[in-house]
């Protein structure tokens, strides 16, 4: 009996204090991987290199995956990474996405130009690649392969197979997930569906272009059709879900701040090469009336709000539709009284595409900005844009950057922000202006 009972007893005894330890052990690693994820030193590194945000909101998700199973996880921005950390790092995942035409987004700039061009020894490492990317590009996922390539190449093991992201791609996602579970040794696959839309209503609709050369461009303001406004900040970003293209949401930068009491966007409508509208900015242009649902939900867009630079003088660079970005930037900071702003902007006509001339000329008259610089590009016998602005202006620039201004760039991608970017060069030097964006001085929301 007793030869029975005591291995029983031993064993009963044996597991009460098996699952104890465990959940001493539990409770001790999700207590380090908490303190860990606050600053300190991590058995894995989730690096993202985002420029909208979505890398950044997949990596704190895959960050707390790894910690549910009890792993040291924390995830860095990889403007905050140097390769000697790297090469120290035992296990690192990285979750990249891809801007302009194949390049690395703005916060993995330096590391892309310094890190990755030298040769350092990583065959310690052991790695995984989420790369974010969209397959209407001619390079998809481009940052992310060429990160994956360099790794392999310098001695660094994979995991896995790198995971390539078109738009969100929930399959991809889902493979990804499956990964984590697996390096967690946890079953339960967490829930990482975006926010689900809300549904608001268009309740003015302005062209304010009319007469324009260029498309038209209309100020849309909306309302949630449930009476309660959700908070957002100036810099956010508005996805619009248009009936014709539901699965693919379009971005719109906000142009308002909750304080005026609606959401403004401004849109650009665009014209397919068949000459049919574009889905999105068709449907809120064209066919959307006060009737209609806009299937709308807000994205923090945290690299192009203010953060550390509430209170630094403010120099706004954009064209077009980039005024909206700026505009919600610039009203927040008059609103809190802070009035060092400059801004530049750029468009085609004075006479018709001088956007929300009103407010920006008693902004400037009643001092809310120091400087306004306007470039019609089709005015005068020379075209100017707004780049050529920043090069009339060198002097003034270097002395505001001196002061310890933040520059922030909306708009196009093409032909403005690259010319804008060479003038900040030309002006600053490019260790400058390198340093400014991998600090977030420089920040760009463009298009
Ligand atoms: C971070 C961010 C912020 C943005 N902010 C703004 C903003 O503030 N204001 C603004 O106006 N826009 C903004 N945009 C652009 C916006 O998201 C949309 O891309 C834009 O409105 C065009 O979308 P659409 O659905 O109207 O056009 P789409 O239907 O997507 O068409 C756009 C273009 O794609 C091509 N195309 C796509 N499908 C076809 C097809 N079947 N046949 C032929 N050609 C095709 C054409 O060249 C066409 O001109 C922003 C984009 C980003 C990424
Ligand atoms: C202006 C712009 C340029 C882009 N260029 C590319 C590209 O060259 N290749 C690609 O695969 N994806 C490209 N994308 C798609 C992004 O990589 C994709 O939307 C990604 O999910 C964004 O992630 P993020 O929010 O973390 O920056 C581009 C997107 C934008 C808005």
């Not at 397919?272 to 939900?297: F, I, K, M």
Request: aromatic content about 8%; some cysteine; hydrophobic content about 45%.
């Amino acid at each position: 009996m007793m030869l029975t009972i005591e291995p029983l007893r031993w064993g009963g005894a044996l597991a009460l204090s098996g699952v104890y330890l465990a959940m001493c052990l539990g409770i001790w690693r999700s207590r380090l991987a908490r303190v860990q994820s606050a600053g300190g030193p991590a058995d894995w590194l989730v690096v993202y290199a985002s420029q909208t945000g979505s890398a950044e909101f997949l990596a704190e998700r895959t960050a707390a995956t790894l910690a549910l199973g009890g792993l040291a996880a924390r995830a860095v921005c990889i403007s905050s990474l140097d390769v000697g950390q790297l090469a120290a790092a035992g296990r690192v995942l990285f979750i990249c996405s891809t801007y302009g035409e194949g390049d690395a987004p703005d916060t993995a700039a330096r590391f892309a130009g310094h890190a990755m061009g030298g040769a350092p020894d990583l065959s310690r490492l052991h790695y995984g690649v989420l790369a974010l990317g969209d397959t209407s590009y001619a390079n998809y996922c481009g940052f992310g392969r060429a990160l994956d390539v360099w790794l392999a190449q310098r001695g660094a093991t994979p995991l896995f197979e790198r995971i390539d992201v078109d738009r969100g791609a929930p399959e991809a996602l889902a493979a990804w997930q499956h990964h984590l579970s697996h390096l967690a040794g946890t079953s339960d696959a967490p829930d990482w569906e975006a926010p689900a839309y809300g549904e608001w209503r268009i309740v003015a609709r302005k062209l304010l272009n009319p007469g324009s050369l260029g498309s038209p461009l209309y100020r849309i303001a909306l309302a949630p059709c449930d009476g309660a406004l959700p908070p957002w900040e100036a810099g956010d970003l508005a996805q619009v879900s248009a009936p014709l293209d539901p699965d693919h949401p379009r971005e719109y930068s906000i142009a308002s701040v909750p304080a005026e009491g609606r959401l403004e966007l401004l849109v650009r409508l665009q014209q397919r090469e068949d000459g049919t509208p574009g889905a999105a900015s068709g449907w809120l242009c064209l066919c959307a009336d006060a009737g209609d649902t806009v299937r709308l939900r807000l994205r923090a867009h945290a690299r192009f709000r203010l953060g550390d630079n509430a209170t630094r003088p403010l120099i706004a660079i954009g064209n077009g539709s980039g005024l909206a970005g700026l505009r919600a930037l610039l009203t927040a900071r008059i609103d809190a009284g802070v009035h060092r702003n400059w801004l530049l902007f750029g468009e085609r006509n004075a006479a018709h595409d001088f956007l929300c001339r009103s407010e920006l000329e008693e902004w400037r008259d009643t001092g809310a900005l120091a400087r306004l610089d306007l470039a019609f590009s089709r005015d005068g016998a020379k075209t100017r844009y707004v780049q050529h602005l920043l090069d009339n202006q060198a002097a003034q620039l270097r002395e505001w950057v001196a002061d310890g201004a933040a520059i922030y760039v909306c708009g196009s991608l093409q032909g403005m922000a690259g010319g804008v970017h060479d003038a900040l060069v030309a002006a600053l030097g490019v260790e400058k202006v390198d340093a400014m964006m991998a600090d977030g001085r420089y920040r760009r929301d463009v298009y």
